[in-house]
């Protein structure tokens, strides 16, 4: 083995030499794998790839309109890192409660009210400064918090623990929490778990009692009557709430290494995060997109479609828009346009990419995301919050 | 010869009757010396046995059916006051002229409060153990309409329109919203723990909820009781006011003009050594004054003096000229008269730190106290005439109502509800228990560490033999009377000996019981505590799929991985039914550094949901704590090899156990642990 | 020799990285191994359909924040955590391998002063616990503000670790755990320095088709997910070979009677037994079916390289074979000096999770001592398949592949006279080649 | 016929005599109603300064009848040189009283059955007693001289069964007790004042009868010196009598109530002039009092009217003798008989501070000034038993030698004092005692939190007590 490597290294040298000159001539052409030190900067990678336009061009555009409803557009922009008030640059999560905002950071909850910051720590009763996930319950105006360390109900001030030790909450990490009429769901390192706020009782739910590999969840939403739950490993799990019955979706290919059919079911085992809106379930990986309508399923990859990116951290969909959070840019898509929204590197200026099949639009934009590494987005009436790697940022919808 | 015969047979048995009589009385005094655990207890068979009886025709000979009045309402015009009869299970209807009743409508088990809307048309009575509201129309005096609730339904409220009534479900712990075009619960949110009293503010958009029980705190620190303001106009808690160290609000009212809230607060001292009684060092009680609005102050003062405490401050009106509040105090049968006029002025001129030693000072109350009114055992719920020239009390243990000129601040006249003539031994130890005439100082009664003879959910420093050591968490006394022996510790084989000369050196600190009380004392204790019904999680006895699977764990004999658990650290071993407790001692890993090595009295499980916290010392805040905290070495039952999901139902399981009564009617419970344990 | 082309190989790499990543992968294609050293034959429905995605052709970038960040300035040690199932657990001496193997690399990097005059130290975590603890003590390391991770041998707790440091951004080396799942997470915060179930596997496939000619395998395998997961590797890579499994079946770890199991396979009447479990269940499973007359030779899993197996299987266990992710006994300086200052420092031979562990530990501290004290430029230098490619640790030379798992050398070995002889697995044999790379190519 | 009717004559007077025994045996309480008082010869009265205790020579114990008061007088006494200080049980059967048989005799308390007017001695010792009063359980508390241990004479209080059996000290500080009464809580209220290391105000303090709990009750305002006899009604007032410095002939009746004895004083008397002397409330709501109108006149007994706070109509009066110390016989609801913790067996007891830094004047700015203490010095009569440095939370824990007199003292962390010494204190063996500070207000209750030093073991005071007990074990 070794003198294979040994081998490969010398083939390579050689090889490396003999074609330097040759090498730029590919450049342009092909898009092509990436490391993480020198990953494109995206403005290149992408500027290259498509045509240019104004801002005020494009929110006219018929192309990037469907018959019904125009694809919204946001700008505007607004960024709130430490420097602004927000306890750490890093916002895992962000959930929009009427008129505040709800930030969940590396270093605590934030929460934007009356144009003030104000954060909340294990002092004020958060359970772990690691703030993960954030729902608001529609009925009684709870807010849910799920951290690296623990579940917590905040009620008008006061903040109450739910912990694998105190409580039926199957393991202290939360990576999500939603409300459910009275149901309170979560995906954690442990399992799904279920809390029923009226009786008190917590159901969890593993490879013990529904069918996943492992008890490794990662995102879980409600709609249509049932609650969807992204097993790590495991697909998207469907429970359906009248009957408590459960079926799984996985990748019928088998292999984590390939996807062989890109519509024949879930893109990757390893999913991320599912959203449920306007009878559509979406389902984010770390390998692409999935769609499903209820009979069948459909793929999204980067290399094809106008998703920025594969590596998909989050989404939610808000009636027939979904809204992707990526590694490379905020992205929504309804299901015939993209639309993306980067950040040109070193500036303050952002820009949009719309993509309807095979036609690409870059639009320039004054004002930009915080980050294109981001991890968590709300929407309500005419705004946007997202959370990013560094710093949250707000959008308005463009009219 | 047969007449000879007989008297042979008559004499032989005078014979060894006065033969007899020395062994049998000797036997007598020594059962007697070990049950009362005193030589000088009389010996009157009867005195103890008879009224212990809590069946048969003996037991409904001894005792009666009383009514119990706890809260009440007056109708719009004065006319009417509807009062809850708790026990007799009634509203029973009042002429306010005549001071007669004048009709009694049944009502649902153990109602708690009745409201008036404001055509004086409609109650709605809260049913405590049925959860569910009446609906009664008031013209026909009959129930129109059940309406479902959380569990526990207590304190009830209108909003201002009457769209909407809300009810505080004192078991659950929540606030249901009821839309009353549909009559039907449309949300319910989280209120403090136990929460009972309600009052709208005068501008109706504000609801103030009182509870009882502390908030789950950490281990070791001060109680804190959520008194929850709802908005009535979002229907969402607006704010949820914390009174430190305060606990057992039972009711709340806002002055007139809304420019204070007044609630009633009882100040526990649990964290400190149970040294002594003198300087309130046990119990002191008093009010906790909320100003509305967003910077509005929280300020808690004593209605105690220093050498004298109003135990158990119960229900709070307020006059309609914001002049004069009433407190009723169920335990030293007393009304207090405050002068709000005073308060304010007292408010007005102290500043925050001041108001921080108020909140201990004894010696305040003089500031702002106008009277004492005695009245009857027991004062529970208070109404005011509409023009607020009439108290009503209800003396819950005197089955009368109590008339009280609020001008003179004097009892005018009484209102007697008919109830049985004869005061019971066991209603006189019912008396005894809700009385803290038998504290030094009128401190406390049992029932204020005992509300509803339950417990307090605090954990107290009983300072056994050093001040730091052996705390206590504060057990129930229901069902007692079949479980010896008492304490944790297990020290005190019968109730005589738990009440008894030991009882008053250390905990009441004043002269011991009469041994006539003693004995009613034991005969409420043990005929009289009822536990409520499981309703919240197992209303019909038919468990649910969780607690099925929970049972299975519970019965278990053999782990996760089949190896077989020893039969001593098997759950039913020491907690079978019917009281899932086998009355013995052990030592299940839990004592602590502070504890004396001593093995521990397994206590039942029967509604064991409404005993947080757990373990002798209260250390663990859920039962879910007691194994996944409390248990590293598979001491207190083999449970280290669960998984969580087992151990949820496992807790939910314990949830289902409800009164002792539904196991000794199902032997299949019985039949359950012996065939498990053949497996 | 070796290290001149390595250099030169690197300098390569790092000018010519464009031209040689783009024009390269093309041209290379035809020679360059599949995912995972998967021999043509051995990809996924590669005699059938070229799939929409090979995932694992691109490297995964990581685009969020944090290489901006300042190291602080007033530390008095660099913490680094340690994930292991250090009591309480069946695979206790194997973490406790685990940390020592760790704890020698450590010393002797503070010995040579440290990170710049800083010492390392180690905050080592239990994994074993209630429910999912592994997730919660990986949080407690970064609330311990440690800089990487080494964790850990049991798949699940490496899986639940692993998702907790993606969100912390924490880097992750993995020691000792062979799940291949556990790299195809995609997650770019982790790299494995043990060569995985599907290296092992694919060894002893060969092996036991190809060299022995068995054709009629049962197996049977412990009944958790580091069984399944090994196995399933295994049952693939058998079938793809034409060979599907006679049998395969499973026992409950603790079981000491394992008849059951056996009287089935006998009815099976395999070739061969392949036991696929830890080694003292494995050990007693071996003398009871060599009891019960089984006297098919038997091959397993790299668990069975244990004293524990030679001690309770004694003479039985002559001829047994199995994998193994490294040889111990070869003569390579560093490697020689590892065994021998191991032993010293702690009394006893170290084994295969102490070996994989200091390699892990050294990555860290080169990692760090390349990009200093920031998370994400350490993450950079571990992930970029460049800096520590072909690192030569005493377990050999680790090569890295797109989803950061090692695929380097893998070696086997059979009891022979009480001891381990170790050998390198024989070639693999391509059959049926024609076609499927070509099928591969876009 | 003669001896018939003698005979019948005799049977006649025997049934009559017979019956008239049977009568007076039959009736229970034969002197119900009557006032009782001490008559006292006018030239041996003296009021002292600052005297607390009360006894006079050749004073005589003496009932009267208050319907027919001039004809009913009868000397009770007659057996006894001096007899004084009548306290009537609470059945109403007897009466305890101080006396001496001779006159160079010490004075003892005695019992007398009120219905056979017999006397028993109860106490029986070289020194004087005196302030009897019943206690509930038959026993009685009373106050006796004890031995000078090097700081002056003093009185302590004792307590033994009615039958002389049982003597147990119950108070140990060097201040001078002289018991008053028992407040119906079953507390003994005792005048005391302190003498040593100086001379203090008198004034009430309140106490468990096994010596433990000891508090302050009343404190008069400086100047002010109170009458050893304090009586509490039913509804809780406690009535007695005050004077003014220099004016010992011009006392007042006062009262305060037993719910909050420090702030409700009421003098009931300010506007009359002349002095009174003693006071004894009736079930009825009056009193009967002693009174002159002028140093000159003797005293004499009155009614008085609490509710018109007016003097009543003259009851009785000598012209020789000043009539004190009036009581009704009249039987009472008895005081609770509190439970006993003292233990004999053990030889100390637990003092507990919630925070040492708690004073009363906390709270006034001008004292804002003081330093925080971080030590406390508990000192003995004669020298510092220990400095023990207290919790962060200000708490202290500590486990102190019994029946010995200590006081305390806080110190800075400069060695200075911040406040004390305090009041001589004391422990009963087992007794347990909480206090919130130092020289705290004494209304205030603690704030509930747990307190750091109990966590520990108690600090043994003095030192040498650990090596005692371990030496002991």
């Keep these: ?399 | ?679 | 020799m070796k290290p001149r082309f390595l250099v030169l190989t690197i300098l390569a790499f790092i000018f010519l990285f464009p031209a040689t990543d783009l024009i390269g992968q093309d041209k290379k294609q035809d020679k360059k191994l599949n995912y995972g050293n998967t021999i043509d034959v051995q990809v996924p429905y590669g005699r059938f359909q070229k799939a929409d995605k090979n995932f694992f052709d691109d490297l995964q970038p990581f685009t969020g924040a944090g290489r901006e960040k300042v190291p602080p300035t007033d530390l008095t040690e660099v913490r680094i955590g340690l994930l292991g199932p250090l009591e309480g657990s069946v695979l206790s001496p194997q973490g406790i391998q685990m940390l020592q193997g760790a704890t020698l690399a450590m010393e002797e990097a503070n010995e040579k002063g440290g990170y710049r005059g800083i010492p390392y130290k180690i905050f080592p975590h239990n994994d074993v616990g209630l429910w999912g603890a592994a997730a919660n003590e990986v949080v407690k390391m970064n609330d311990e503000k440690v800089w990487a991770f080494i964790g850990t041998i049991d798949d699940i707790n490496t899986h639940v670790a692993l998702r907790v440091a993606l969100k912390l951004e924490l880097p992750m080396v993995n020691t000792g755990d062979p799940d291949p799942t556990l790299t195809e997470t995609r997650i770019p915060w982790m790299i494995r320095c043990i060569a995985d179930d599907r290296q092992s596997s694919y060894a002893l496939v060969n092996y036991i088709y190809h060299v022995k000619k068995h054709s009629r395998i049962a197996v049977l395998r412990a009944n958790n997910r580091y069984g399944r997961v090994g196995i399933m590797e295994f049952r693939d890579a058998a079938l793809r070979y034409g060979y599907p499994l006679v049998l395969e079946i499973r026992y409950n770890d603790g079981e000491t009677s394992f008849t059951t199991q056996i009287e089935r396979m006998i009815k099976s009447s395999p070739d061969a037994v392949v036991l696929w479990g830890n080694a003292k269940e494995t050990a007693l499973i071996l003398l009871q079916l060599r009891k019960m007359g089984m006297k098919q030779p038997v091959y397993g899993c790299d668990r069975l390289m244990s004293p524990v197996f030679l001690e309770i299987a004694g003479e039985e266990a002559e001829g047994v074979i199995t994998t193994c992710q490294y040889n111990p006994t070869l003569d390579m300086p560093n490697l020689v000096a590892f065994n021998k200052n191991y032993e010293k420092r702690f009394g006893y031979e170290p084994d295969v999770f102490a070996a994989h562990a200091y390699d892990g530990m050294n990555i860290i501290i080169d990692a760090i001592d390349l990009a200093g004290l920031n998370r994400a430029l350490m993450r950079d230098v571990m992930t970029d398949l460049k800096t520590l490619q072909g690192y030569q640790g005493i377990t050999g030379e680790i090569i890295f592949d797109a989803s950061w798992n090692d695929i380097g050398v893998i070696w086997m070995t059979e009891v022979r006279n009480g001891k381990f002889e170790f050998f390198p697995p024989p070639p693999f044999e391509q059959e049926n080649l024609t076609g499927s790379i070509a099928a591969k190519k876009p | 016929m003669n001896s018939n009717r003698t005979i019948i004559l005799l049977k006649v007077l025997l049934v009559i005599g017979l019956s008239g025994t049977f009568l007076i045996s039959c009736k229970n309480e034969p002197m119900n109603g009557m006032f009782v008082f001490t008559r006292v010869p006018i030239d041996n009265f003296a009021i002292h300064e600052k005297e607390i205790t009360h006894k006079y020579p050749g004073a005589q114990i003496v009932t009267i009848n208050p319907d027919n008061p001039d004809k009913s007088e009868i000397i009770l006494t007659t057996d006894f040189y001096s007899a004084c200080s009548p306290r009537i049980s609470y059945d109403a059967k007897h009466l305890l009283f101080l006396a001496q048989q001779n006159k160079n005799d010490s004075w003892q308390v005695w019992e007398m059955d009120l219905r056979k007017r017999t006397s028993m001695k109860i106490t029986d010792f070289e020194e004087s007693c005196s302030g009897p009063a019943y206690l509930p359980g038959n026993r009685l508390v009373f106050s006796r001289q004890i031995p000078d241990s090097g700081i002056g004479s003093d009185m302590a209080l004792f307590t033994m069964n009615l039958d002389g059996s049982n003597v147990s000290q119950i108070t140990f500080h060097p201040l001078f007790d002289y018991c008053s009464t028992i407040l119906r809580d079953g507390r003994i209220l005792f005048l005391t004042k302190q003498l040593y290391p100086v001379s203090d105000d008198m004034m009430y303090l309140a106490m468990r009868p096994n010596g433990t709990k000891a508090e302050l009750f009343f404190k008069g305002t400086d100047g002010y010196f109170l009458n050893n006899q304090a009586y509490e009604t039913m509804d809780g007032f406690v009535y007695f009598i005050e004077w003014e410095q220099g004016k010992y002939n011009n006392g007042d009746i006062v009262s305060v109530h037993q719910n909050r004895p420090l702030f409700t004083k009421v003098n009931y008397t300010s506007e009359i002039g002349g002095g009174f002397h003693s006071v004894f409330p009736i079930q009825s709501g009056d009193m009967i009092v002693s009174y002159h109108p002028s140093e000159t006149d003797p005293i004499a007994l009155y009614r008085f009217s609490v509710k018109e706070k007016s003097l009543g109509e003259s009851i009785f009066s000598y012209s020789d003798y000043h009539i004190l110390e009036p009581v009704l016989v009249e039987a009472y609801t008895r005081p609770r008989n509190l439970p006993d913790e003292v233990n004999h067996k053990e030889s100390t007891g637990l003092l507990f501070s919630q925070d040492i830094n708690i004073t009363a004047t906390q709270h006034d700015t001008n004292l804002l000034f003081l330093s925080k203490a971080t030590k406390i010095e508990v000192l003995g009569i004669d020298k510092s038993l220990g400095i023990v440095p207290v919790e962060e939370d200000g708490s202290i824990y500590l486990k102190i030698i019994a029946d010995t007199p200590i006081r305390l003292r806080t110190i800075d962390e400069n060695g200075k004092t911040v406040s004390g010494p305090s009041a001589w204190i004391w422990l009963r063996p087992n007794e347990r005692r909480g206090c919130v500070g130092c020289h705290e207000d004494h209304e205030l209750s603690p704030e509930n939190r747990v307190p750091l030093s109990v966590k520990k073991p108690p600090v043994c005071i003095p030192a040498e007590l650990s090596e005692i007990s371990k030496k002991g074990n």
């Excluded at chain 1, 593993?206 to 992204?230: Q, S």
């Design chain 2, 1 to 679: 010869m047969k007449k000879y015969l007989i008297l042979i047979f008559i004499a032989g048995i005078l014979i060894i009757l006065v033969l007899a009589r020395k062994p049998a009385l000797n036997w007598s005094r020594q059962h007697v010396n070990y049950i009362t655990a005193v030589e000088d207890h009389p010996l009157n068979c009867l005195s103890c046995h008879l009224y212990i009886q809590k069946e048969g025709i003996v037991a409904k000979l001894i005792n009666a059916d009383y009514l119990s009045p706890f809260n009440m309402a007056v109708s719009p015009d004065g006319s009417r006051l509807f009062v809850v009869a708790q026990e007799g299970n009634k509203l029973l209807v009042i002429n306010t002229q005549t001071n007669k009743v004048i009709d009694k409508i049944d009502v649902g088990e153990n109602p708690h409060s009745v409201i008036i809307n404001n055509d004086g048309n409609t109650a709605f009575v809260s049913n405590q153990w049925a959860d569910n509201i009446f609906e009664i129309d008031l013209s026909l005096l009959k129930i129109v309409d059940t309406i479902k609730t959380g569990s526990g339904p207590a304190g009830l409220a209108l909003g201002a329109d009457e769209k909407f009534l809300y009810v505080a479900d004192s078991y659950s712990s929540e606030v249901s919203v009821i839309d009353l075009q549909t009559k039907t619960e449309i949300k319910r949110l989280m209120a403090g723990n136990n929460p009972v009293g309600t009052d709208i503010s005068p501008a109706g958009n504000l609801l103030y909820i009182t509870s009882r029980r502390t908030l789950p705190m950490p281990y070791g620190t001060p109680p804190m009781t959520e008194l929850t303001v709802i908005n009535t106009t979002t229907q969402r808690v607006k704010e949820r006011k914390i009174f430190d160290n305060a606990y057992i609000m039972e009711n709340v009212a806002f002055t007139p003009s809304g420019d204070m809230a007044i609630a009633t607060l009882i100040r526990p001292k649990n964290l400190i050594p149970a040294i002594q009684i003198e300087r309130g060092w046990m119990m002191t009680h008093g009010i906790g004054i909320i100003e509305p609005g967003d910077n509005g102050r929280i300020i808690q003062l004593l209605t105690d003096d220093p050498n004298s405490y109003y135990s158990d401050p119960f229900d709070i009106v307020i006059t309609p000229d914001g002049e004069k509040a009433f407190v009723s105090h169920s335990g030293v049968d007393y009304i207090t008269v405050i002068d709000l006029k005073a308060i304010r002025a007292l408010l007005a001129e102290s500043t925050p730190e001041m108001l921080d030693t108020y909140s201990n000072h004894l010696g305040i109350s003089s500031r702002y106290v106008l009277k004492r009114i005695p009245t009857g055992a027991n004062p529970k719920g208070l109404a005011l005439s509409p023009e607020g020239e009439y108290l009503y009390v209800a003396e819950r243990l005197e089955d009368r109502i109590a008339v009280i000129s609020t001008e003179k601040m004097e009892t005018i006249n009484t209102i007697d509800l008919k109830g049985p003539s004869r005061i019971t031994v066991a209603r006189k130890g019912r008396r005894l228990l809700n009385n803290a005439g038998y504290t030094f100082h009128n401190q406390y009664a049992c029932y204020t560490c005992h509300p509803d003879s339950h417990e307090d959910g605090l954990v107290y420093n009983m300072a056994g033999k050093d001040m730091g050591r052996n705390l206590a968490n504060v057990q129930t006394l229901r069902d007692i009377g079949d479980i010896p022996p008492y304490k944790w510790n297990g020290k005190n084989s019968s109730i005589y000996k738990q009440d008894g000369m030991r009882f008053s050196t250390i905990l009441t600190r004043t002269e011991s019981f009469a041994f006539d009380e003693l004995d009613a004392l034991v005969a409420y204790i043990v005929t009289g505590i009822k536990n409520p019904p499981n309703l919240r999680y197992n209303p019909a006895g038919k468990l649910t799929a969780a607690q099925e699977r929970g049972k299975k764990v519970f019965y278990r004999t053999h782990t996760n991985c089949g190896k077989e658990i020893p039969v001593k650290d098997r759950c039913f071993t020491c907690h079978p039914p019917p009281y899932f407790t086998n009355m013995l001692m052990v030592d299940v890993g839990t004592l602590s550094e502070t504890d004396d090595y001593m093995l521990l009295d397994a206590p039942q499980l029967n509604n064991i949901y409404e005993s947080a916290p757990y373990l002798h010392d209260g250390r663990a805040a859920t039962l879910e704590e007691l194994w996944t905290t409390y248990n590293d070495e598979d001491k207190h039952g083999v449970g280290n090899d669960m998984m969580k999901d087992q151990l949820n139902d496992l807790v939910e399981y314990l949830r289902s156990l409800r009164d002792a009564k539904y196991y000794i009617e199902d032997p299949e419970i019985y039949q359950a642990s012996t065939h498990l344990k053949n497996d």
């Design chain 1, 1 to 399: 083995m070794k003198k294979v490597i040994t081998k490969i290294s010398l083939r390579i040298t050689i090889l490396a030499i003999v074609i330097l000159a040759g090498s730029f001539l590919g450049f342009k052409l092909v898009k092509k794998p990436l490391t993480s030190e020198e990953y494109p900067k995206t403005d290149q990678r992408i500027s290259d790839k498509y045509s240019q336009g104004s801002l005020e061009e494009s929110s006219n555009r018929e192309g990037i309109t469907k018959d019904t409803k125009p694809m919204p557009l946001y700008g505007n922009w607004q960024t709130f890192t430490k420097k602004n008030g927000l306890p750490a640059d890093k916002a895992y999560c962000v959930r929009i409660d009427g008129d505040r905002v709800l930030v969940g950071t590396s270093a605590g909850l934030a929460v934007y009210e009356n144009d003030k910051w104000r954060t909340y720590t294990v002092e004020d009763g958060l359970a772990h400064p690691g703030v993960l996930s954030i729902d608001v319950s529609e009925l009684t105006g709870d807010v849910w918090i799920g951290t690296l360390g623990g579940l917590n109900r905040w009620s008008a001030g006061r903040f109450e623990t739910f912990n694998q030790f105190n409580s039926g909450l199957a393991n202290d990490v939360i990576y999500t929490v939603i409300c459910d009429g009275k149901d309170v769901w979560v995906a954690t390192g442990g399992g799904a778990g279920s809390y029923d706020t009226y009786t008190g009782q917590w159901g969890i739910y593993t490879e013990r009692n529904a069918p996943m590999h492992e008890p490794w969840t990662y995102g879980v939403c409600a709609g249509g009557g049932k609650i969807f739950i992204a097993a790590w490993g495991g697909g998207v799990i469907e429970y359906t709430t009248k009957t408590q019955l459960f079926r799984d979706y996985i990748d019928p290919d088998g292999e984590m290494e390939i996807d062989l059919f890109t519509d024949d079911g879930v893109i990757h085992d390893i999913t991320t995060g599912v959203t449920y809106a306007d009878d559509i379930l979406w389902v984010a990986t770390y390998f692409g997109l999935s769609r499903y309508d209820g009979t069948r399923w459909k793929g999204y990859l980067d290399h094809d479609t106008g998703l920025i990116s594969n590596f998909i951290n989050f989404l939610k969909a808000n009636g027939p828009v979904v809204w992707l959070c990526t590694d490379m840019g905020l992205c929504s898509f309804d299901g015939e346009t993209w639309v993306t929204y980067q950040k040109k590197e070193n500036s303050m200026e952002g820009k949009i990419l719309i993509t309807n099949g095979d036609d690409t639009k870059e639009i320039a934009s004054s004002t930009s995301i915080a980050h294109e590494f981001v991890i968590g987005v709300d929407t309500q009436d005419d705004v946007i919050w997202i959370s990013t790697s560094k710093g949250v940022s707000r959008g308005e919808l463009l009219k």
